[in-house]
């Protein structure tokens, strides 16, 4: 069960979308996901859930359960002023201790209005997995100006599609 | 008017100790300065005042305008899970177009408990700052090991007060 | 006088000639400027100018204090693999200490064949430089998929030289 | 067959003994392991084998059959002017294409005079492996203030001693 973070609490973001699709090729390939929504979390969790509420908040712990069952996960991570959403780090700064996240393995998928898609959000975040003990898959679609390259809410670049099926097979063998 | 901002919404942060002994060594310079909470704003913002929502929250609002009138910034900056806290970037998230660090200057003081200092905390958040076109002083004091060089509240190691006096120093001129 | 740095050893090079380009727009403004090539570096540089021989390379030490005798720099940075070349970090690594860029200020121009514009290497350079003292300008132009951009040995792409413009007026007020 | 990359071309390097060291491990746990040293290097090869000499440097082209042969590796990275070597990358610049590293699996030790530990080096050198295509093992000791925590040429510290152990352990498996 492949565990697709959608990261970011935006409402209708394209990131869900993307996480639809990915869970859609998922599928294709006989393999079993699940997504998970950040847009879940209790709306006061970076005050009610961290530091000394660390572990008490059962909103928060719902969320965090579905994602500390999981082994490997795909993070959808849209570029917020040059780097990841500041609410995924929130998500993980609340995270319980030994961390969730020690030993398994996870994909990331960069998403981008702009030309940089998301490269250094990918870099960062990679750099907060490994300090987290999680193996990142090297291979990391980096989704440029994404509104040019879908249809409504569907993606339609065809490159863009084969780079997350590619990476959706690395993930399986991974 | 240098805004000193405390990088995390913990509560008696050892950030907020610093913050306030940075204020002091200001103060001795003959430099006045502001210490800008985290902790003030609202405790659901990153639900309310991000998005669609974009300068609508007056709570928010509020912390954002202190931040907003300034020119020269101190983020006191502690390390967690490898990068710096989620929080400090959701207020980013929120800030309102044009960004409020424009052209603007700033220095940064990471902390940790462990030995790294936040010297990738630092790296990523420069990394946002000159996305958003702030200017970072080089020169980034990494206060490591916190607990052990600190006297109660007070930071107590002197080659620690050394670097914050000589980064204070090189923000007045840069 | 501004220093501009080609980043890279390579003859005759997509960097020379953007840096050319860049010296052309530094004239018009009536800055004086020179060019800095790592191609007259010494070819066995990496051997015998680095640790015990730290200093004593004639022919590198002359590059050095080209370098050295500035206080304001332009590195154009093509990316390669992913980051900087490695040469360029090799010619820091020979520099003597106290080093060279302490106190001094820079700008960087990021270029690649690809997408990326160079975004992840800068990152890294400016890692090193902030290491190293020297203050690097916050706004630095990427210039993707650089060989459309050009005709013949030309950089003829309006934004891409208006980013160059702004970035050179940028530096001379820094 | 593990290759052990001896991440600088200084004599007689904390380097080359760490890595010798790393090999004795891996003896322990009965697995073979073989030193590569970038001192090997043809000393002019940053000049001769880059570009359009690309594969055609003998003695360069000796070095890189010895890497290419591999699948996995341990890279020992001493800091250098707050990154990784400047020869490292550049023998990464001569590699041929398709690189030599495409899904195979790495694991970094980070070395540093200072208290840094490296981390800044590791995490750039990820930036460019990920950028190839080859896997990090997660897990990156910071041996920092290495001078300290070595008896003549043997690393005494016990704590760094086991986290080499237990990264040894995890690439193995990885």
Known sequence: MIKIIVGTNRKNS???QISLQYQQLLEQMKVASELIYLSELPDDFVFT????????????NKVHEQVKSGTKYVFVVPEYNG??????KSFI?????????RHKKCALVGI???VGGGSIA???LTDVFHYLGMHVLAFKPRLAKIEENMSGNLLTNRLYLDLLREQAELLVSF
Chains 1, 2, 3, 4 share one sequence.
């Open 83 to 88: 780097s990841y959403p500041g609410i995924l």
């Open 49 to 60: 859930a961290l530091y000394e509420n660390n572990g008490k908040n059962h909103a928060y």
């Open 93 to 101: 700064d609340g995270m319980t201790y030994p961390n969730s996240f």
């Open 112 to 114: 981008s209005s702009g």
């Open 14 to 16: 394209v990131s869900e």
């Open 122 to 124: 990918m870099s960062h």
